[in-house]
């Protein structure tokens, strides 16, 4: 296996546990020859620190997949599936739907892997995972007999490695988008074409969650999507149920679902921008009792954090100015570049601006089926809370 070493000296994460190396940080770059293969890091005296794959084309040079000297082989690849699913079933996170690989959190950098009932969804985000899919594919065939794998080869990071965009079934037939029972609740969900991997699975407890919440209130459920926040509030006895979000398409695809479940009496749909919904209300007050903000991420990059920080204050502070007293705001960020304290001092500081007191309910996570490695924060990226409004 080809080796590569540290520059001496180099501030590198990786010697205090993280799994990423910059090129910067190589006595020399990745030869192309090794792009997308398994390579050993050693530190700048050569003790072996790891394998990983490595890349010729991206900032970072090689991610860690083992702490031993192994190869990434089919071995290597069911030990790391048999790891991830003992840890699921050790976390009660599994089922039906969810999160089988979670790339460096599950030791498969840059592989993510969602179960839809009877298929499975992949995605591959770099050269190393791309050279291993077939033994991958092969992998997931034989340990869960899948009825078709969906290669959701589409996610702009590919284009960092210059990987071509494609959505595809492995076996080249169709699978249509079709109906899906998940907690409780079925959703016409489109695998080849939907946001993320088909829906966003992250955000399964905190529906649930918030739905608690809901009997008897009058519910916002700002950046709907799909409408499962909404769905769900509807489905616990809210009063009435409001989703607004900037997709015409997410919106149809809302009011779908919503007739599917027998919920259109208490649930209505807008197709808007939120921030200049929330404008055109500016005046407004006390006119919800339950809002869920969960927009998309506002700092893809470090480069946008300011300006995210700053949507993000708009967003909380003009939400809070509509709920009524003893409301509830479950307000999310999924931003990996946002910590979980700087966003619970975005919303301090949004209420401050509000003249609202808020009270802490709770600080909310990614669930057990997205786990984060405590040294790689990019694993971490979802994060929220709940808080009762005076």
Not at 19 to 29: A, D, H, K, S
Not at 164 to 171: I, N, Q, V, Y
């Amino acid at each position: 296996m080809y080796s590569l070493r540290l520059r001496p000296n180099a501030p590198a994460r990786v010697l205090h546990g993280h799994p990423w190396v910059f090129t910067g940080e190589l006595r020399e770059p990745v030869p192309t020859q090794v792009h997308g293969q398994a390579a050993l890091l050693r530190d700048a005296r050569g003790r072996v620190l790891g394998a990983g794959l490595c890349s010729a084309r991206s900032a970072i040079a090689w991610r860690r997949y083992s702490h031993e000297p192994v190869p990434f082989d089919r071995a290597y690849i069911d030990q790391a599936l048999t790891v991830a699913l003992t840890r699921r079933e050790a976390a009660g996170a599994t089922g039906p739907v969810g999160r089988l690989v979670w790339s460096e959190a599950d030791h498969l950098p840059g592989l993510v892997v969602d179960q839809y009932g009877p298929a499975l969804v992949v995605q591959s985000l770099t050269s190393g995972i791309e050279q291993g899919l077939k033994e991958i594919c092969a992998a997931l065939q034989a340990r869960f007999a899948p009825a078709e794998i969906i290669l959701r080869n589409d996610a702009p990071s590919r284009r960092h490695e210059n990987l071509p965009m494609e959505a595809r079934t492995l076996s080249g037939r169709p699978w249509p988008a079709q109906w899906l029972n998940i907690d409780g609740l079925e959703y016409f969900v489109d695998l080849l074409g939907a946001q993320k991997t088909g829906f966003y699975l992250d955000q399964r407890a905190q529906h649930a969650r918030v739905a608690k919440f809901a009997k008897g209130r009058r519910v916002l459920d700002g950046c709907c999507n799909q409408g499962a926040f909404a769905l769900q509030c509807a489905k616990a006895g809210a009063a009435s149920v409001l989703g607004v979000d900037s997709s015409a398409p997410s919106v149809a695809q809302a009011e779908q679902n919503t007739a599917r479940n027998g919920l259109g009496e208490k649930i209505k749909f807008e197709t808007a921008n939120l921030f200049d919904w929330f404008t055109a209300r500016k005046d407004a007050r006390d006119q919800f009792d339950l809002i869920v903000l969960d927009p998309p991420s506002f700092a893809p990059r470090r480069g946008a954090l300011a300006g995210a920080v700053r949507g993000y204050k708009e967003l909380n502070l003009r939400a809070l100015r509509l709920l009524a007293h003893g409301g509830i705001l479950a307000t999310y960020c999924c931003s990996q570049n946002v910590s979980t304290s700087e966003f619970l001092n975005i919303v301090t500081e949004a209420a401050a601006d509000a003249h609202r007191e808020v009270r802490l309910l709770e600080v909310t996570s990614q669930p057990p089926d997205h786990p984060i490695l405590l040294a790689c924060p990019e694993t971490h990226y979802l994060k929220g809370t709940i808080v009762e409004v005076e």
